[in-house]
Every structure is written in C-alpha cells, then in structure tokens.
C-alpha cells in the first residue's frame, strides 16, 4: 500500500518555467492537500480539495493552480516559476471532510528548486 | 499572535529520559490536535491526534490538552536516540478551513 504518491522528487527550474506537481493516493480518502514547507516557517497551505470536483485556496495559494483530476490525483502547477517558490512541497490526505477531526498523511514530497 | 506556537529548541534529553514537547494555539475553540514526527529530509508522520474530550495514550507517547491554558503537550517516555526529530503540532481550528502547524521543535536524545 503506497498511501499517498508525489512526483518527481526533485526538480531544478529556471525563473519563468512552468511545471506541474503530481500526487496521487490509494487510501480512498476525499479530502487531499497542498502544503509547502520553507525553514522557519512551518507547513503552509497552498490549496486543498475537500471532495472530488471541488478546490478552494488556502494561505498561500499566490503563483498556483491546482486541478483534482479524479478521486485519487491532486495536482499542484507553478505557471510562471520565481525564485520565492524555492521550497519543499507536501501533498496530503485525509478520509472525510477538509479540516474534519480526521489526521493528514503525507507523501514523501517534492523538493522543488527554482533558479 | 500565530495561531499555533512552538518552542523551536532544540530540546536535549538523555536516553530514558522523559521529553516533554509543547504547543499553544490561539482559539479556544479548536477540537483537534495532532502531533507529526518528521526526520530530516523526510515528510511528516502522524504519531498521534487527540480531540478536544479528552487525553491519550499510545504506547510511550501521550498528549495532553489543557483547554483552560490553551496548549497540548506531547509527551515521550524511556526516550531513544531514534526519537530524535522535528516534532510538529498541528490544529484544526475552530470554524478555519485550513489546519495550522507550528514551526516544530527539534528533540535530540542523547545516548
């Protein structure tokens, strides 16, 4: 059981690049999210999907865009990448209701470095 | 204030010793808690989540909610050198659709 998938690990991108971040989970779970984590910062919110078909912004949805493919695949796109986007991004999910009593788990992340 | 708050150690222990890790949060409304271990240069991993009624116990770890002083504690006994992490609270705050993670704190255990 492979919980929740991120793709690639790791990426290099010149200023102005686009990308896509892919992530995908087999836990059956309707709610997935993305994080990213910058030192001395913490885990902030980029963008969450409470449920197949939905998504709404969260702290710090600035410079992304996300598409909930199906159930299982949430992914995250840099349009137009900038150097403050350097960061290590976290996809998670969870069973029931965004922000409900239920935990997150997340993937092995991306560690995304923008030139 | 932000809304979950963290002392960022790092927090030394011998081993076998007690760790004691706390956070405080903002909203007296909030009704869960969860606490997530992540070593360095991986992804956080849930140890273990309590909700607003009450503690919990999971084998040498326990947290503790202290409603009236706003802060829960993760507690850590007979620690090890493999306990040696960043340790992230996490709280689902009331009425915010968002789930707000200190900046953690670094537990070393000391052989």
């Known amino acids: 059981n492979a919980g929740v998938t991120q793709t690639p690990k790791f990426q290099v991108l010149k200023t102005g690049q686009s990308m896509t971040l892919q992530c995908a989970q087999d836990?059956?779970?309707?709610?997935m999210y993305w994080y990213r984590q910058d030192p001395g910062m913490g885990l902030r919110l980029i963008y969450y999907s409470a449920s197949e078909g939905t998504t709404d912004k969260g702290e710090v949805p600035n410079g992304y865009n996300v598409s909930r493919l199906n159930k299982r695949e949430f992914s995250l796109r840099l349009e137009s990448a900038a150097p403050s986007q350097t960061s290590v991004y976290f996809c998670?999910?969870?069973?029931?209701?965004?922000?409900?009593?239920?935990?997150?788990?997340f993937g092995d992340g991306t560690r995304l470095s923008i030139l | 204030q932000k809304e979950v708050e963290q002392n960022s150690g790092p927090l030394s222990v011998p081993e076998g010793a007690i760790a004691s890790l706390n956070c405080t949060y903002s909203d007296r409304g909030s009704q869960s808690f969860f606490w997530y271990r992540q070593y360095s240069g991986k992804s956080p991993e849930l140890i273990m989540f309590i909700y607003s009624n009450g503690d919990k116990e999971d084998g040498r770890f326990t947290a503790q909610l202290n409603k009236a002083s706003q802060y829960v504690s993760l507690l850590i006994r007979d620690s090890q050198p493999s306990d040696s992490a960043t340790y992230l609270c996490?709280?689902?705050?009331?009425?915010?659709?968002?789930?707000?993670f200190g900046t953690g704190t670094r537990l070393t255990v000391i052989p």
């Open positions: 996490a709280v689902n705050l009331q009425g915010a659709n968002n789930l707000f």
């Open positions: 836990m059956n779970h309707n709610s």
């Open positions: 998670a999910s969870s069973e029931t209701g965004a922000f409900s009593n239920q935990p997150q788990h």
